[in-house]
């Protein structure tokens, strides 16, 4: 065989086999929704999972975030729905996934999105502001209970009508025989920052959403609704709401990734495989322990078993709350 046709068949192979065996990746910037207000959990986890990716060079394509937070976050949920077979589209899920849909109808449901990865699992801390002279959870509960039914009803704050916030908050008033004014917020971070600001009296916010103004002194943490303490940091020295109130007051919210509908497998998989490298890095650790967030890693059959077994857990825990949608 003469030497310019073997070095033609060699130059044949070399542009046919990568181009049928490359793997899917990014051909353009990655729309990353946020279905929740600027400054919340949600968007400080996007926002570092899109920071962590260009620092580390994990996608060849940035990842945009878009807060669409309209309707307790069904904005983000019907946008993204409505993009079938997109594999540049994906969101970052609270429990709103399944609290938003069982509340007010939205013809919405996680099975219309393609899952993707857990990324951990979120707390919520009963807080005050730190100027008040509740140093106990039992301290407060005091006070709100002597403050029932009068003008001054305690003011409990919380991300929006029937949230993981509402809902936590009638467990409490369910299990101790309380009754608090619920005001409701577009988002983690301004639930915080009125509570700093004095307009609400509490909140059940996720420890992320208001650690800084732990660490600046404006806010107390008194409770952790878990059935066991935060084992990280000076998050230890907080009892859950078991040990403090002796009620059996416990819930874990989804921080999870979804696709848009029928993703293309391929897509998928680089996406699982994004987000693991992005959970094994440095400053996902340290988010993690400083937000007290739980790593719970999953993907494939263990991630959908999950929510399937949270959407029925979100069901009764409405249904008892009478949240849910009549």
Same mark, same amino acid.
């Given at each position: 065989?003469? #030497? ?13 086999? !990568? &181009?049928?065996?490359? &793997?899917?990746?990014?051909? $353009? ?5 946020? !279905?929740? @207000? ?18 580390? $060079? ?13 309707? &307790? ?8 729905? @409505? ?20 509340? =007010? ?8 999105? =393609? ?6 699992? +979120? ?28 003008? +001054? ?25 309380? $009754? ?5 917020? $577009? ?7 009125? #509570? ?6 509490? =909140? ?40 403090? #109130? ?17 993703? !293309? /497998? ?20 340290? *988010? ?5 967030? /739980? ?5 494939? !059959?263990? *991630? ?21 949608? /009549?």
């Amino acid at each position: 065989m003469k #030497l310019d046709t073997v070095v033609a068949r060699v130059l044949a192979l070399l542009i046919v086999i !990568p &181009a049928s065996a490359a &793997a899917w990746e990014p051909t $353009k910037p990655i729309e990353f929704v946020v !279905p929740a @207000g600027t400054g919340g959990g949600a968007d400080q986890m996007a926002r570092l999972i899109a920071g962590i990716a260009e620092k580390h $060079k994990l996608s060849p394509r940035p990842l945009i975030v878009v807060n669409k937070a309209g309707g &307790a976050g069904a904005e983000g949920f019907l946008d993204i729905k @409505g993009k079938k077979g997109d594999a540049h589209t994906i969101i970052i899920t609270l429990s709103n996934l399944f609290t938003t849909p069982l509340h =007010t109808g939205v013809p919405f449901n996680w099975k219309d999105l =393609t899952p993707i990865a857990r990324m951990a699992l +979120d707390q919520f801390i009963l807080w005050v502001n730190a100027e008040t002279p509740y140093k106990t959870a039992k301290d407060y509960i005091a006070a709100v209970k002597e403050k029932m039914g009068k003008a +001054d009803q305690m003011k409990m704050g919380g991300t929006g009508s029937a949230q993981e916030d509402q809902i936590l908050t009638i467990q409490l008033e369910q299990a101790l025989g309380l $009754k608090f004014t619920y005001v409701p917020f $577009k988002g983690g971070g301004e639930v915080c920052v009125n #509570l700093v600001g004095k307009h609400v009296d509490s =909140t059940v916010n996720n420890p992320i959403e208001c650690v800084s103004h732990w660490k600046a002194g404006r806010v107390r943490p008194l409770a952790v609704f878990d059935t066991a303490r935060i084992p990280v940091g000076e998050w230890k020295e907080i009892p859950t709401v078991k040990e403090a #109130l002796g009620a059996d007051v416990n819930y874990l919210m989804l921080r999870g990734i979804f696709g848009a509908p029928s993703m !293309p /497998k391929e897509a998928v998989e680089w996406y699982v495989a994004f987000l693991k490298k992005v959970s094994e890095t440095p400053e996902w650790k340290k *988010y993690t322990d400083d937000g007290a967030l /739980k790593p719970a890693f999953a993907t494939g !059959p263990e *991630y959908v078993k999950w929510v399937e077994e949270n959407e029925q857990l979100h069901k009764e825990l409405m249904a008892k709350g009478g949240l849910l949608k /009549k």
